[in-house]
């Protein structure tokens, strides 16, 4: 197992967090994740992402997820059996908050479970949970 957690350092990438503008307000904000693994998998696969800003626990329900050129809520990731995140492909992760985050350093920690889908023999696969934690700059 030491061979897959070796790639939790990508995880978060090391883009700067960037606040969403629409109009005159700010509605939230989004950083860049990368799937930590040598090969890529089905967003089905992924049974838990989890963001902490600063300590922090950002709720579910303000999180999407952006891959492909497509944007889904966290709830639907189960569903996405057809959409595979590539291993050199970044995703985008939304956070919808008013006022977004504040400019300068952040605490940004990622948290995923997931399911390697070429471990399913017998109806069993390997699960893996990883973390990242990187102190990210917003601008």
């Not at 939790?8 to 700010?26: A, F, P, T, Y």
């Not at 970044?90 to 940004?108: C, F, P």
């Amino acid at each position: 197992m030491a061979a897959f957690q070796a790639y939790n350092k990508i995880l978060v990438c090391d883009d700067d967090i960037r606040n969403i503008q629409v109009g005159n307000s700010v509605i939230g904000f989004e950083f860049k994740a990368q799937y930590p693994s040598y090969r890529g998998t089905y967003v089905s696969c992924i049974e838990l992402f989890e963001i902490e800003i600063d300590g922090e626990t950002v709720p579910e329900k303000s999180i999407y997820f952006q891959l492909n050129g497509k944007q889904f809520l966290l709830s639907q990731m189960k569903d996405l059996y057809a959409e595979y995140w590539f291993i050199m492909e970044k995703a985008v992760l939304r956070v919808m908050q008013d006022g977004g985050i504040s400019v300068g350093n952040h605490n940004v920690t990622l948290k995923i479970r997931h399911r390697i889908p070429y471990t399913g023999y017998f109806g069993q696969y390997m699960v893996l949970d990883g973390a990242c934690t990187k102190t990210l700059r917003a601008i």
